[in-house]
């Protein structure tokens, strides 16, 4: 399907087509089809309206098909983001497969002085954003066990994000990433390993006890938030 894609991308956009890259957990071994997307970057010559349609075509059909639209900058645009989008764009370097054209991922540099501080907005505002999530929910186990597994990909990837900002090496896998933000947080990630276990297909959803996990999932992100802000601040 992603071949196809591409296909369709480069008839319809011709030389204003410069780059198709693959992000994210699908260019790792930590992919699941099922709670994963397949996220896509692409890199255009020039991005005026124009240009943008000829490529609706082939857009809507990857839609069609379940998937989001691809993120679509010149390269100009791309490499100004850097400082705006560090958390983005550090995860693009790190997890990526060129699909097409060259790697502009290879040699792009990320200022890190603002990492941090979008670390920490990022964390709070997902945290509210789950606090609204389960006001607005049915109280439902269904509902419940669809905000965990549907906030989990992006809680994770601010955890990993948190240890860099505090100056350690970056985790491989999601469970190392919630396994070590356990610790500097001293918190229980059993509601983390829970809806991971899902997600890997060695649990049930209908052996989650999705009362209990809910409650510990929703502890584990407000003591690792809160943590991450003091650590922060200490260090400021």
Not at 39 to 46: G, M, R, S
Not at 52 to 66: N, S
Request: aromatic share 8%; net charge neutral; with cysteine.
């Amino acid at each position: 399907m992603l071949n196809e894609l591409v296909g369709k991308l480069k008839a319809a956009a011709g030389a204003n087509l410069k780059s198709v890259i693959l992000y994210g957990s699908a260019a790792t071994e930590e992919f699941h089809a099922k709670h994963s997307d397949l996220n896509l970057l692409c890199i255009v010559e020039q991005a005026d309206a124009t240009r943008l349609e000829a490529i609706h075509g082939a857009v809507e059909w990857w839609i069609r098909r379940g998937q989001r639209a691809p993120l679509v900058f010149t390269l100009d645009e791309f490499r100004g983001s850097a400082d705006v989008f560090a958390i983005e764009l550090l995860d693009m370097k790190s997890r990526h497969r060129v699909l097409h054209g060259e790697n502009v991922l290879a040699d792009l540099q990320v200022p890190l002085q603002f990492h941090s501080i979008q670390v920490e907005r990022e964390l709070r505002t997902n945290w509210l954003r789950l606090r609204q999530a389960i006001l607005a929910a049915p109280q439902k186990p269904k509902a419940y066990l669809e905000i965990m597994t549907a906030s989990f990909s992006s809680f994770t990837a601010l955890f990993r994000h948190a240890l860099i900002a505090l100056g350690e090496a970056a985790p491989e896998t999601r469970r190392e990433a919630i396994d070590r933000v356990a610790k500097f947080a001293a918190a229980d990630a059993a509601g983390f390993h829970a809806i991971l276990a899902v997600r890997e297909g060695k649990l049930k959803e209908r052996e989650v006890n999705v009362e209990g996990t809910m409650s510990q999932y929703f502890a584990f992100v407000e003591a690792v938030t809160d943590e991450f802000d003091r650590r922060i601040e200490s260090k400021r």
